[in-house]
């Protein structure tokens, strides 16, 4: 199937959490880490978060540290929760782009496409979640053809679950969080991390590396 060559990125505490809780907007990156997350963002077609992201996080993701496009926002939205007031939706770069399951209502659809959303009904996958093989499809098609997934914890979970994930790009912040964990259930199948790089941005560092899935 094509699909999207996809970067998962993140920030997150020595401890492995990405936020103080579940929810919560936690600030972690610092300023030149955040200006590299920027730069990565420039560099795909598209940026992908799910609808808990939205809700807790209410982010714009667009580009604006550094020079260069903003790329196409997609959330992940079964029931369409997104609120309308979110600024993807109220000052956005692009529409952007929610998938949703098949049996949504249909006022809450009609409602978010009056206020320029593009909304995408693809069904469930196996894992009872609208089915992520079908949304990076519909991406394709689309004409997307690098995807950076950038949370929150479901999200990371379930695209490492599915294993798609072709690269990642880390950052750890220096301190501890015993808040909401990036990966909390176990992994089926573990990637190898090819040719780590490890670089410092500020008073964080960044891990990149190229995954490769036994098949
Ligand atoms: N440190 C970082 O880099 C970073 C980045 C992003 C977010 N965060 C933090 O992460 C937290 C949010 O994480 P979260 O886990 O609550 O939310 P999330 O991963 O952003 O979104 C999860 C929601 O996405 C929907 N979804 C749709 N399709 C899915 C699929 N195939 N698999 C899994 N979920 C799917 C589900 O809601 P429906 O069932 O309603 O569709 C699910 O509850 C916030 O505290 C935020 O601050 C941190």
């Known amino acids: 199937m094509n699909r999207p060559r996809i970067t998962l990125s993140y920030a997150?505490?020595?401890?492995?959490?990405?936020?103080?809780?579940?929810?919560?907007?936690?600030?972690l990156s610092g300023p030149e880490a955040?200006?590299?997350?920027?730069?990565?963002r420039a560099q795909h077609d598209a940026i992908l978060v799910g609808v808990g992201t939205v809700i807790?996080?209410?982010?714009?993701?667009?580009?604006?540290?550094?020079?260069?496009?903003?790329?196409q926002p997609i959330v992940l939205d079964s029931h369409l929760r997104i609120p309308l007031q979110s600024a993807l939706i109220q000052s956005p770069t692009h529409p952007v782009w929610v998938f949703c399951s098949t049996n949504v209502q249909a006022a809450t659809k009609v409602s978010?496409?009056?206020?320029?959303?593009?909304?995408?009904?693809?069904?469930?996958?196996?894992?009872?979640?609208?089915?992520?093989?079908?949304?990076?499809?519909?991406?394709?098609?689309?004409?997307?053809?690098?995807?950076?997934?950038?949370?929150?914890?479901?999200?990371?979970?379930?695209?490492?679950?599915?294993g798609l994930v072709d690269e990642v790009v880390i950052t750890i912040t220096p301190g501890f969080l015993t808040g909401l964990a990036a990966l909390t259930t176990p992994l089926s199948?573990?990637?190898?991390?090819?040719?780590?790089?490890y670089q410092v941005f500020g008073s964080d560092i960044v891990v990149t590396a190229k995954l490769l899935w036994e098949t």
Do not use: W
């Open 112 to 162: 978010l496409e009056a206020a320029g959303v593009h909304v995408f009904m693809v069904n469930e996958g196996e894992t009872k979640h609208i089915d992520l093989s079908e949304i990076l499809h519909v991406c394709y098609t689309k004409g997307i053809r690098s995807l950076m997934v950038e949370g929150g914890a479901k999200i990371i979970q379930a695209f490492l679950r599915a």
């Open 189 to 197: 199948h573990l990637p190898q991390f090819i040719t780590p790089k």
């Open 12 to 27: 997150q505490s020595l401890d492995g959490c990405i936020a103080a809780a579940p929810g919560q907007r936690t600030l």
């Open 34 to 40: 955040m200006k590299m997350t920027h730069q990565l």
């Open 56 to 71: 807790a996080d209410n982010p714009r993701l667009n580009v604006r540290l550094v020079e260069g496009p903003s790329p």
